[in-house]
């Protein structure tokens, strides 16, 4: 296969691929593996792909065009994982297939004609936590693709850490992997075309951010500066490896230090790419945000976030809760201010129109959202506000053929392991996307979690697994040529994607309570992380109650009998709950540990011993938790 000159990708636009050269010039390793890129914004600039001729005008429309939450779904997202509701006329609600990166590059493509000043975010997790196709290759794919869809700029998320700093440098630079190497004979690995943003990650020993903490998009004498943040709590939730020698800092403060650093630097209108958000109203990604008054339509840790920020920012791109919404949150000042999120596996993308004032270098923010005719704007007279909207990223729309391509170069790749069949289903068993507290997916993992631990160690006796780390569903349906009802290793590595292990050890009934409780309360009572029990384990969870008195200790029980808080239990959990992740301190705080296989494997070595054709696994009752609403 013949390789492309460094820089000569087919379709790379020159002003970014010089940006990406500057970068790699002055980009160096800390001892901590992590990337150093103390460039200045005006280094890098974006837009070429777009064109069109320089308006006269006071007032331009700046297209920005954003996603987030991608976690390398280059194919159609399986189930519900793969579905948005949308709200009907008739105010019933309508489930649309949607995501995938051929349709996503179609959208964004589309959306972009009749558009020449049209920039592309993202607000992280675009790699991390990904189906086998991606993860496999440790996210190179994603990267190729993102680098296809003309992706100008992304700030980093949690999830870009999962494999530590230095991985995330090479994921930015380029080179083959340290371990595996280069995955296909005469390709080397180009990296990121895009920056990826990092200011509120810090090198704990030189104090300097690990990558770019911003960056200025320039087309035709319009500057937008871009700053991009990770969420503060990132540590509770990736690895201790992964966020070793790094320090993460508040969100608010951070993006305020470098929105100063850009007014300064004359470059007055400025996107914030945050990986943290909120809880909407409706789970309906077309429902009224600002009803019944602007911003009431959302909730959670980005709403806080939102009100402290500077207003020298114009808008907040938002991401991590896998959430929709487009809201107006008013910032310090009162004025209206678009804080917005796109769902996640490239479901849906969201539109965003920025009027920038060629006078004051700044996006026109009114008190009301009107929109004026393009008329006056040509005029130079009246603005109109910034507007947004979240678009469905439709399957029923043509496939982009570039990314057909790369997805089929890479499933060849993938064949050989991902097509092994390791159990089989008599139905959907729903995971990430089944609503509910319990998932049946999380029951089935704490099951086969617990089977794994009772073979290193007969005494093992209980089994808890993190919701998170259920990330998928398990579909019924065919994904290719397996049959109805096979799980192949590729569907079930897009469930359990972390190579986490599984672990073993002795907690009191005391601390097996304290971490139950940890549910609910401390930094999880905002938004609860249920854990899924292993069959035997049952309680009662009043959410009508606040805190730890959510969990009724006295309902708790293991196979009937009251969980003695004197008593030792043997746990089996991952290694990420091992180590106190989640919020969930006491399950760190065991004795005895012993730590075996990975958990994809003990998950994959239940369905095969516990299913066959004949008698495939039936989806949990779900009957662990009881539930008072």
């Not at 989640?582 to 004795?591: N, V, Y």
Request: contains cysteine.
């Amino acid at each position: 296969m013949p390789v492309m000159p460094q820089g000569l990708r087919p379709g790379a636009r020159p002003l970014r691929r010089r940006a990406k050269a500057v970068l790699g010039a002055v980009a160096t390793l800390t001892t901590a593996g992590a990337l150093i890129a103390a460039l200045p914004a005006s280094a890098a600039h974006g837009g070429g792909h777009h064109g069109g001729q320089h308006g006269q005008s006071r007032y331009q429309d700046v297209q920005l065009l954003s996603f987030n939450d991608f976690h390398g779904n280059l194919e159609p997202p399986a189930g519900s994982s793969g579905q948005v509701a949308e709200k009907q006329a008739d105010g019933t609600t309508k489930q649309v297939d949607a995501g995938g990166a051929e349709y996503l590059a179609t959208s964004l493509r589309t959306a972009r004609k009749g558009h020449p000043y049209s920039v592309t975010a993202a607000a992280g997790d675009l790699i991390g936590a990904s189906p086998l196709l991606s993860g496999l290759f440790h996210d190179e794919p994603t990267v190729e693709a993102m680098n296809k869809l003309d992706l100008d700029v992304t700030g980093v998320g949690n999830h870009e850490f999962d494999e530590g700093a230095t991985e995330l440098a090479r994921i930015q630079n380029g080179g083959c992997h340290p371990k595996d190497g280069c995955f296909e004979k005469g390709r080397t690995f180009k990296g990121a075309d895009y920056p990826y943003l990092a200011a509120n990650v810090t090198d704990e020993k030189t104090g300097k951010p690990i990558l770019k903490p911003y960056w200025v998009w320039k087309n035709k004498g319009v500057k937008v500066g871009f700053i991009g943040v990770t969420l503060e709590g990132t540590p509770n939730i990736v690895s201790a490896d992964g966020v070793k020698g790094l320090k993460f800092h508040d969100e608010i403060e951070t993006v305020n230090k470098y929105a100063k650093i850009l007014d300064k630097q004359g470059v007055k209108s400025i996107v914030a790419l945050i990986h943290e958000g909120g809880v909407p109203a409706s789970s309906s990604y077309n429902y009224d945000c600002d009803s019944p008054g602007a911003g009431d339509g959302v909730s959670g840790p980005i709403v806080d976030i939102a009100k402290g920020i500077t207003p020298k920012v114009d808008a907040l791109v938002t991401g991590h809760t896998h959430n929709a919404y487009v809201c107006t949150i008013p910032d310090p000042s009162g004025k209206p201010r678009m804080v917005t999120s796109a769902s996640s596996y490239g479901k849906l993308y969201t539109d965003t129109t920025l009027t920038y004032d060629r006078r004051t270098k700044d996006i026109v923010r009114t008190a009301v959202k009107s929109q004026k005719s393009q008329k006056s704007q040509r005029a130079g007279k009246s603005p109109k506000s910034p507007t947004s909207v979240n678009h469905v990223v439709s399957r029923t729309q043509p496939k982009a053929p570039d990314m057909t391509a790369l997805i089929d170069r890479w499933n060849k790749l993938a064949a050989p392991v991902s097509n092994q069949a390791v159990g089989h289903i008599s139905a959907d068993i729903p995971g990430r996307g089944a609503g509910t507290p319990e998932e049946p997916l999380g029951d089935l993992i704490a099951d086969a979690q617990l089977a794994h631990a009772k073979s290193l160690d007969p005494k093992a006796s209980l089994a808890l697994m993190n919701p998170g780390g259920v990330r998928s569903d398990l579909v019924f349906k065919a994904s290719g040529g397996e049959g109805d009802g096979v799980v192949t290793y590729g569907e079930a590595f897009t469930v359990q994607p972390f190579s986490n292990t599984v672990n073993l050890a002795d907690l009191t009934g005391a601390q097996v309570v304290q971490a139950l409780q940890q549910q609910v309360s401390g930094t999880n009572e905002a938004s609860p992380k249920i854990l899924q029990p292993s069959a035997g384990l049952t309680y009662t969870l009043d959410m009508t109650k606040t805190g730890a008195a959510r969990v009724l200790v006295d309902s708790i029980k293991l196979n009937g009998a009251a969980i003695d808080p004197a008593a030792t239990y043997r746990v089996a959990m991952n290694s990420f709950l091992a180590g106190g992740g989640d919020g969930f301190a006491a399950l760190g705080q065991g004795k005895n540990p012993l730590v075996g296989a990975d958990d994809l494997k003990a998950f994959n070595d239940y369905l095969t011993a516990n299913s066959s054709a004949a008698e495939p696994i039936a989806p949990p009752k779900t009957d662990r938790i009881t539930i008072v609403k």
